[in-house]
Nanobody, 119 residues
């Protein structure tokens, strides 16, 4: 069983960069997991996949966010990060980190981190 814990600032000002980190732990290890993802839920809206990176170094982003999004892994620390630049109030959401054994199925989730974009 994996445990994922997301962390980062809860308040970000418009035009700044949102940075979140997800720490992964657990006895089962991560070798069975192929994709490391970030997903968000804006207030009153459905879950929205933000992007993923895979074990081969590939990255995949929601097209509407691609120009502002970067996800990276630190395998030495079993953690991965999300950076979203030039944020606006529309980026306000609960951000979840998740891991997948196969594309599109999120097997393990973090607890969610509320991020509010406001001046």
């Amino acid at each position: 069983q994996l445990q994922l814990r997301g962390s980062g600032p809860g308040l970000v000002k418009p035009s700044e960069t949102l940075s979140l980190t997800c720490a992964v732990s657990g006895d089962s290890g991560t070798t069975d997991y192929r994709y490391w993802a970030w997903i968000r839920r804006p207030p009153g809206k459905a879950l929205e996949w933000v992007g993923s990176v895979d074990n081969a170094g590939g990255s995949y982003y929601l097209p509407t966010l691609k120009s502002r999004t970067s996800i990276s892994r630190d395998t030495s620390k079993d953690q991965f990060t999300l950076q979203l630049t030039a944020v606006t109030p529309e980026d306000t959401a609960v951000y979840y980190c998740a891991m997948s054994k196969s594309w599109g199925v999120f097997d393990s989730w973090g607890q969610g981190t509320q991020v509010t974009v406001s001046s």
